[in-house]
């Protein structure tokens, strides 16, 4: 499976005419069509498409705006084995892509990776299910502790 997401790391600082930040922000047609050729470029560059951050500065002086530009990019999927079965399979998301997978193995114990779709899968094993007097279950994986509740069906 390709999945896209805005790729941070690879953020750029750019000045781009007025024309083309609302072009792409607001899909305004350029004013002048000069910026034609910097719009075709932009797209060029990123095949993929980027983000544009909502915040600008203006050029003083001129009619440039100062704009971060997110370029997409995108990944093949790594999906472990046990995505297979579906009936068994919860996914929490943490963040920057990361998430907590797991199968139940018994009322006590449960099968529980993270993963990141680039990176893959870390730190495997099967871990004990707490269940605290209000009858709440957490897994419980090194110092982190997840609530079943928060997991969703994958």
């Known amino acids: 499976m390709i999945e896209t997401f805005p790729d941070f790391d690879n953020a750029q600082l750019r000045q781009i005419s007025n024309d083309t930040y609302f072009f792409f ?9 000069a910026n034609r050729d910097e719009i075709q470029e932009l797209q060029d560059e990123f095949p993929q498409g980027f ?5 600008y500065d203006l050029v003083e002086g ?6 971060l530009l997110v370029p997409i990019a995108s990944i093949e999927k790594v999906v472990p084995e046990l ?3 579906p009936e068994y399979e919860w996914a929490l998301e943490l963040f920057n892509n990361w998430e907590v997978r797991f199968k139940r193995l018994s009322d006590r114990e ?13 730190q495997e094993g099967n871990y004990p299910l707490e269940i605290t007097k209000n009858g709440d279950e957490y897994i419980a994986m090194g110092r982190s502790m997840y609530p079943l509740k928060r997991f969703a069906p994958f």
Do not use: N, W
């Open 62 to 67: 001129t009619d440039l705006v100062e704009v």
């Open 51 to 55: 983000q544009l951050m909502d915040e």
């Open 110 to 122: 449960v099968y529980a990776f993270y993963y990141h779709p680039i990176k893959g899968t870390m």
């Open 25 to 33: 922000a607001r899909g305004e047609e350029p004013l002048d069509d």
């Open 83 to 85: 995505t297979a079965s």
